[in-house]
């Protein structure tokens, strides 16, 4: 058996530039006027609201029609309007059992307060040190959830 060398291309050296000015890659597409600072405070209730809806209709099933956020220096409270209470939530109010459904409810935001903690602290970029939440299940159904930041 005859072996057959293929020639190899000569290797290409490519030379590094020794300094930032001398370097030739892909220009920036936007001009440093355009370049985003951070977020605005509405932008980042926006996404506050926008992300605590998502997780209640996902843990639930069911969500709320609207969600506002309110910030201060150190607090962030979400107010959920017009909550949607579940069929079996809706049963036990109507036999009587108001107390059942709110410890249940507490019990559970308590639960997947990890997933509410990560939505705040990705749009605030602060830390979460303190939770607390409260359900109104009268006429008006609303949540509130409040969160202490570092």
Known sequence: MRRVETPQPPEEVVSIP???EEAQGPADPEE???????PSDQEVTD???RE?????EESYGKGAASAQT???????????DDLELLPN?????????????MQVRTQYQHAIRASFDAAVERATGRKVIGFAS????DEEQFVAEIFKLE
């Open 47 to 49: 996404e506050i609201s």
């Open 89 to 101: 939530e809706q049963f036990l109010l109507e036999n009587g059992k108001r107390d059942t459904v």
């Open 32 to 38: 440093s006027e355009q370049r985003r600072g951070p």
């Open 134 to 137: 409260t359900t109104s299940v």
């Open 18 to 20: 020794e300094s930032p």
């Open 70 to 80: 309110f910030m201060s220096d150190n607090y962030v409270v979400v107010v959920l």
């Open 52 to 56: 605590l809806l998502r997780i209640h």
